[in-house]
Every structure is written in C-alpha cells, then in structure tokens.
C-alpha cells in the first residue's frame, strides 16, 4: 500500500522558518522524483519544488528561491522542504509528490525526470500570519 504522509505544517509568523516533511512507503522511493506542490482557496495546485531521484537536480518556483530548500533522504525514504523567512503569500496546503515531472534547467542544460507512476499526499496545512 502506497503511502505519502506529511507533516510539520502549522501556524507561524511572517519572517518565521518551518520543516516540511514527508515519509513514503509502498513503493520504491529512490525510483522517484519528488515534488511539493501547493494549494491556495480559489488558486490551482502549483509546483514549489523538485529533486530528482538522486538528489543532485532541485527545481524551485520563481517565488521561493533563496528561501525554501528540498532534500530527500533516500535511506529514510523521506523527502523534506524547509522553508524560511515565510510570507503571507505562502499561506497554503502542501502536498508531497513522488513521480511527476521535474525538470531542470540552467543555460542550455535541460534535465528531465519523472516516474510512470504518480502517488501524492494528503497535504499539510501551512499557515502565514501575524
């Protein structure tokens, strides 16, 4: 049985730092990328950030660079995105993804993964508030 949980979400001020976490099992972990995506009322699931099955690939959305970081933990099968100095805007449900697409890109190097398969999470709420 495939599972993605998520946790680590919560309430914290602007300026503040949290860890996402996400544990899988089911399925071989380290044949996956894996992604976080998120979820705003009234928005569409967006991409945050992705890391290629290895971890030497990481993609992140214009909004988050310099601030959120993506990592996996192939022993543990486990895939984290700490963010930091948070805003308002990043106020959000966040999913854990493994399979969907990531691509990397910078110059004219162009890195793509993904897996047949796809498997998310249940999200995790994220909160950004005074």
């Known amino acids: 049985q495939v599972q993605l949980v998520e946790s680590g979400g919560g309430l914290v001020q602007p300026g503040g730092s949290l860890r996402l976490s996400c544990a899988a099992s089911g399925f071989t972990f380290d044949n996956y990328p894996m992604s976080w995506y998120r979820q705003s009322p009234g928005k569409e699931r967006e991409l945050v950030a992705g890391?290629?099955?290895?971890?030497?690939?990481?993609t992140y959305i214009d909004s988050v660079k310099g601030r959120f970081t993506i990592s996996r933990d192939n022993a543990k099968n486990t895939v984290y995105l700490q963010m930091t100095s948070l805003k308002s805007e990043d106020t959000a449900v966040y999913f854990c993804?493994?399979?969907?697409?990531?691509?990397?890109?910078?110059?004219?190097?162009?890195?793509?993964?993904?897996?047949?398969?796809?498997?998310w999470g249940q999200g995790t709420q994220v909160t950004v508030s005074a």
């Open positions: 993804n493994a399979g969907s697409k990531i691509t990397y890109s910078s110059g004219d190097f162009t890195f793509t993964e993904r897996h047949e398969d796809e498997y």
């Open positions: 890391i290629s099955k290895a971890g030497g690939y990481r």
